[in-house]
């Protein structure tokens, strides 16, 4: 299995700053690679897929990279509907796994 | 638009059974693979098992292997998760979504909940 590890756990941002997510595969899952966002009470949003690919309607302030292992979310100029966990996700492998999340929270 | 709607969430003793289902709508369902993922109360997102479009391959994870079926009817356009022999670290929000480009997920029921207790 896959083991995805995500830093920080909690990072915490004033609002217009610029957030920096870590997501790191125990080994490689090429560019299959996706992130979600997760408000309180609501399911996943898909914000990005092929570790670099913004989904339907996602704003340009969130942009992924990298491959192999390890990988990037950044948003640019944080937005306060942004506050939220998010989580990544390989698809490279079965059995599918996700990272245990980065709670982004307001400064 | 597309919805996906669980339903099948309860409260059930350890040892029992449960089936979830999922009301798709909104866009081809045969055609795309579908998933269940779970939440356990405040921890992450654990995916729990897959079914390609046709039905004719599935996947699961460790955790529920050989306890749990997935199926799907595409007649009915409705994904379903037999659950047997369910235990307390079952309880969880499950939720089913759509697959995209590979296994990715672009679309998310608002989830079911599960509770395992006595």
């Known amino acids: 299995e896959i083991v995805m590890t995500q830093s920080p756990a909690t990072l915490s941002v004033s609002p217009g700053e610029r957030a920096t997510l870590y997501c790191r595969a125990s080994?490689?899952?090429?560019?299959?690679l996706a992130w979600y966002q997760q408000k309180p009470g609501q399911a996943p949003r898909l914000l990005i897929y092929?570790?670099?690919t913004r989904a339907t309607g996602i704003p340009a302030r969130f942009s992924g990279s990298g491959s192999g292992t390890e990988f990037t979310l950044t948003i640019s100029s944080l937005q306060s509907e942004d506050f939220a966990v998010y989580y990544c996700q390989q698809y490279n492998n079965w059995p599918l796994t996700f990272g245990g999340g980065t709670k982004v929270e307001i400064k | 638009e597309v919805q996906l709607l669980e339903s099948g969430g309860d409260l059930v003793q350890p040892g029992g059974s449960l089936r979830l289902s999922c009301a798709a709508s909104?866009?081809?369902?045969?055609?795309?693979?579908m998933s269940w993922v779970r939440q356990a109360p405040g921890k992450g997102l654990e995916w729990v098992s897959i079914?390609?479009?046709?039905?004719?391959?599935?996947y699961y994870a460790d955790s529920v292997k050989g306890r749990f079926t997935i199926s799907r009817d595409n007649s009915k356009n409705t994904l379903y998760l037999q659950m047997n022999s369910l235990r307390a670290d079952d309880t969880a929000v499950y939720y089913c979504?759509?697959?995209?480009?590979?296994?990715?997920?672009?679309?998310w029921g608002q989830g079911t909940l599960v509770t395992v207790s006595s």
């Open positions: 079914i390609s479009g046709s039905g004719a391959i599935t």
């Open positions: 080994q490689s899952v090429s560019s299959n």
């Open positions: 979504a759509k697959s995209h480009s590979g296994y990715s997920f672009d679309y």
């Open positions: 909104g866009f081809t369902f045969s055609n795309y693979a």
């Open positions: 092929g570790a670099s």
